[in-house]
């Protein structure tokens, strides 16, 4: 039996179709219970693609420490990646290092390997009290519209404290540093927001050059090089994941910006929804304390604006409620949301 089958076998998908986009926010009692307890009870699986078209491309890079560096470029070399996949040493943590990837598109073979990257640096290294997980998706993405980018911001700025959440990966809090090298940006891009919708007239560098307050934010634009092009380095950063060693995680993480820029730039986006829930909200998550909290209605509608099938929305339920599990204290994990199996 494939993987594809055996997900779509699983209870949650004999009550949900997965490939249906069925409006969980608008789930309320026994319904929404259930749907809840079938998430809940269903663990995630690295997938053999996520279904982007090729002129999406990404890359990664995973911060680790207490580096047994030279191992891990002999077992790099070993497996035909380490030309690919760099390796360089950290000074923001402890004995540490980070691999960078190359640029990826979405496919079985880069997916396999980003697996067994995870598998060397897991033997040969452990995620720590600073390490993050910083995900680049291709400029092109978002594209060239002025439209989508104070869209993109707009998002950002009502639905922050959701995706930082999710972003925390099998971790309940944020890492160490957060503040300091992935700084929220709620209130600074609220504010962006208005002054640059007041403007009679708009380049995209105009919007550029405003929401680039330091490179040390959530989400960093100091790469951007163009809007149409694929080119290397020419990448909208989000530095706010936690690091992880999970290739789900890792998958997960890309699959939700991806999805995030994808809907700015739609035809599909909803004004009225997003300017509800910042009316709904009135500024009281602009501190990272918050963040960690669970806000159920919040998430459901987000993930029912970016995502347009059920098993996405599942994916990034699952990672973001982590069991309902709240914690105070850095590097706990939740419970296990995932499950590793080799992809077929």
Wanted: net charge neutral.
């Amino acid at each position: 039996m494939s993987k594809k089958n055996e997900s779509i076998n699983n209870p949650l998908f004999q009550y949900l179709k997965p490939q249906n986009n069925d409006l969980f926010s608008l789930m309320r009692g026994y319904d929404l219970q259930e749907l809840l307890y079938y998430i809940e009870n269903y663990y995630l699986e690295l997938r053999n693609c996520l279904g982007f078209t090729k002129y999406i491309t990404f890359g990664l890079e995973l911060e680790f420490e207490n580096a047994m560096k030279n191992r891990i470029e002999q077992r790099l070399r070993e497996v035909s990646l380490y030309n690919s996949w760099s390796i360089k040493n950290d000074c923001s943590l402890i004995s540490g290092a980070e691999i960078n990837s190359p640029i990826l598109i979405d496919n079985k073979n880069n997916w396999h390997n980003l697996k067994q990257v995870c598998s060397i640096v897991s033997q040969n290294g452990i995620i720590g009290t600073y390490s993050g997980g910083h995900v680049h998706i291709g400029t092109q993405v978002l594209g060239n519209n002025t439209e989508s980018w104070l869209r993109f911001i707009k998002i950002w700025s009502v639905y922050e404290n959701i995706i930082y959440r999710f972003s925390f990966g099998e971790f309940l809090t944020a890492r160490a540093n957060i503040l300091r090298y992935a700084k929220p940006m709620t209130t600074y891009f609220w504010d962006d927001y208005q002054k640059l919708k007041e403007s009679s007239y708009l380049e995209l560098w105009d919007i550029l050059e405003r929401i680039s307050h330091s490179r040390y934010q959530a989400v960093n634009f100091d790469n951007v090089d163009n809007f149409k092009e694929i080119e290397d380095g020419n990448t909208i950063e989000f530095r706010c994941p936690n690091g992880t060693l999970n290739p789900i995680i890792w998958q997960n993480n890309v699959n939700t910006f991806v999805n995030l820029l994808l809907y700015s730039t739609s035809s599909r986006y909803n004004d009225d929804i997003v300017e509800s829930r910042r009316k709904e909200n009135n500024n009281r998550f602009s501190k990272l304390s918050l963040y960690g909290e669970i806000y159920l209605q919040q998430a459901l509608e987000f993930s029912d604006m970016i995502f347009t099938n059920n098993f996405d929305k599942v994916y990034f339920l699952r990672q973001y409620l982590k069991s309902f599990e709240i914690g105070t204290k850095e590097l706990v994990k939740a419970k296990e949301f995932t499950q590793n199996r080799k992809i077929s």
